[in-house]
């Protein structure tokens, strides 16, 4: 499906609390003739692409931002777990919990999906910081309904809510959609629901250690370094340091993160309504995210 052109902004941006200065896609003499080279292919793998595909941008040295459909909402799938991630940390700066609290991990606990904890011998005893790190870099399902069984899945929506992003929200746990805190928002949209600017503006704060603390949010940032699927933005850019998200279901893939270039670059890029739905590697919808991963390293490397 033919997507829209994308826009770009520079200098600083109203979404990340600053002035901002709106730049029409057809505007090319305002734009840098780097961003300009890159909205246009960005724009051009977009088109392309038999779905929709919505991004945001942006260079956190000089303010240079691009967009396609970045209000838009699009299932996360597994990249709202971020969000999950990040309650847990402002939880554990609040002292109300600790990574170090223990969990127990029984056969009851387990769901099917990604991750590794299903095929473990039960009971095992873990720390929340285990399950944590297992939830963000293998993506399992059954680590972050721990997660959640500890936090509340309201608790994340409270605080993405004061993060000002108050269209991320988690539903429910993986695999538990029976037990879903917004029946027709999950119907929709299934795990969570976010915005690609929303969830790019998420991992702005965490690189400007904003989202809980300059501590927390760098320890936070190390473990989505160790992410193990590079399907997506990290396709074609190995070499390349990426702390990032993904997510797979269905009809969507789903990437975010921050690459350290000479300048660190939020990117996330949202995919929906993909003709590809193949659970491979090679699914279109990786493919197109990995080359607008490509495209940003190529520019601003």
């Not at 554990?92 to 609290?101: G, M, R, S, V």
């Not at 939020?266 to 491979?280: F, G, I, Q, S």
Request: charged letters at 20%; hydrophobic letters at 40%; one cysteine or more.
């Amino acid at each position: 499906m033919p997507a829209s052109p994308g826009r770009l902004v520079r200098g600083p941006l109203v979404t990340f609390s600053c002035a901002v200065l709106l730049v029409s896609s057809n505007t090319v003499g305002a734009q840098s003739p780097t961003s300009a080279a890159l909205r246009r292919t960005l724009d051009s793998l977009s088109a392309a692409h038999h779905g929709v595909v919505g991004y945001s941008i942006t260079n956190l040295e000089t303010g240079e931002h691009l967009e396609q459909r970045g209000n838009e909402t699009f299932s996360t799938a597994s990249l709202i777990k971020v969000p999950v991630l990040v309650t847990l940390f402002d939880l554990a700066e609040q002292k109300q919990l600790t990574l170090d609290d223990p969990i127990v991990l029984t056969d009851i606990d387990k769901v099917g999906g990604a991750g590794q904890l299903q095929y473990l011998r039960t009971p095992l005893t873990l720390r929340l910081w285990d399950v944590a790190y297992l939830m963000s870099t293998l993506s399992d399902n059954t680590a972050t309904n721990l997660v959640l069984d500890r936090i509340k899945i309201r608790r994340v929506w409270q605080k993405m809510e004061a993060l000002g992003l108050a269209h991320t929200k988690v539903h429910s746990g993986s695999m538990t959609r029976i037990a879903s805190v917004a029946p027709d928002s999950s119907a929709k949209y299934g795990l969570g629901v976010t915005t690609p600017n929303e969830m790019a503006q998420l991992f702005v704060l965490l690189a400007q250690g904003k989202a809980v603390s300059p501590t927390a949010d760098s320890t936070m940032l190390g473990i989505l370094a160790n992410n193990e699927d590079s399907s997506k933005l990290a396709r074609f850019t190995y070499g390349t340091r990426l702390s990032h998200k993904s997510g797979d279901v269905d009809a969507a893939r789903t990437d975010c993160g921050v690459f350290s270039l000479p300048a660190r670059v939020v990117a996330c890029v949202l995919t929906k309504e993909n003709t590809d739905t193949r659970y491979w590697v090679d699914a279109e919808g990786n493919a197109v995210i990995g080359r607008i991963g490509e495209a940003i390293v190529k520019a601003w490397k």
